[in-house]
T-cell receptor, first 115, second 115 residues
Framework: GDSVTQMEGPVTLSEEAFLTINCTYT??????LFWYVQYPGEGLQLLLK?????DKGSNKGFEATYRKETTSFHLEKGSVQVSDSAVYFC??????????????FGQGTILTVHP | EAGVAQSPRYKIIEKRQSVAFWCNPI?????LYWYQQILGQGPKLLIQ????????DSQLPKDRFSAERLKGVDSTLKIQPAKLEDSAVYLC?????????????FGQGTRLTVV
């Protein structure tokens, strides 16, 4: 079945450090790929997405590129801020099944940024 | 625009009791999802509705879980009887349509503790 694997966490960084959170997937067909973020006390919200190979999603300084050849969608940010502290989830959708819209999530990565 | 509303936010029950969660999606969203998020894991789909019809309930433990979406608007998820392993956050999400590119909007969730 479809699955998403994220790098083991948690991740702790100092402000202005470079961030990478690895995400790889296994899926049939050609899924869409997403990063969702959950800030403390809030619900999950979409951070960025990419719908086909070589697409780059970007938002709030975060970027991720859909790499079909390596089945990866790594999240990056050049300079993190304390306000980026949150839980980040990689997810896929529409991988050839009938349940379009259904999201398959990774286990989440806790990011803590210190001043 | 009002977001996805869920209630209650927290619930503590004893095993073998029953419990119900309520969700009101964003107005106009045809697709509604219930996810279960166990501590330390990513959300897992329990059931997906398109208007008032079930699209996918393959992961719903039907011997104890039930869900309905009467009139294609708000939805109720019920557990009867609850088990200790049902302790989790129950997330409701909605999207305008059920396709691979659709953004899902999540509520804040209901945290269930079964003792």
């Amino acid at each position: 079945g479809d699955s998403v694997t994220q790098m083991e966490g948690p991740v702790t960084l100092s402000e202005e450090a470079f961030l990478t959170i690895n995400c790889t997937y296994t899926a049939t067909g050609y899924p869409s790929l997403f990063w969702y973020v959950q800030y403390p006390g809030e619900g999950l919200q979409l951070l960025l997405k990419a719908t086909k190979a070589d697409d780059k999603g970007s938002n709030k300084g975060f970027e991720a590129t859909y790499r079909k050849e390596t089945t990866s969608f790594h999240l990056e940010k050049g300079s993190v801020q304390v306000s980026d502290s949150a839980v980040y989830f990689c997810a896929l959708s529409g991988a050839g099944g009938t349940s379009y819209g259904k999201l398959t999530f990774g286990q989440g990565t806790i990011l803590t940024v210190h001043p | 625009e009002a977001g996805v509303a869920q209630s209650p936010r927290y619930k503590i029950i004893e095993k073998r009791q029953s419990v119900a969660f309520w969700c009101n999606p964003i107005s106009g969203h045809a697709t509604l999802y219930w996810y279960q998020q166990i501590l330390g894991q990513g959300p897992k789909l329990l059931i997906q509705f398109q208007n008032n019809g079930v699209v996918d309930d393959s992961q719903l433990p039907k011997d104890r879980f039930s869900a309905e979406r009467l009139k294609g608007v708000d939805s109720t998820l019920k557990i009867q009887p609850a088990k200790l392993e049902d302790s989790a956050v129950y997330l409701c999400a909605s999207s305008m349509m059920a396709n691979r590119d659709s953004e899902a909007f999540f509520g804040q969730g209901t945290r269930l503790t079964v003792v």
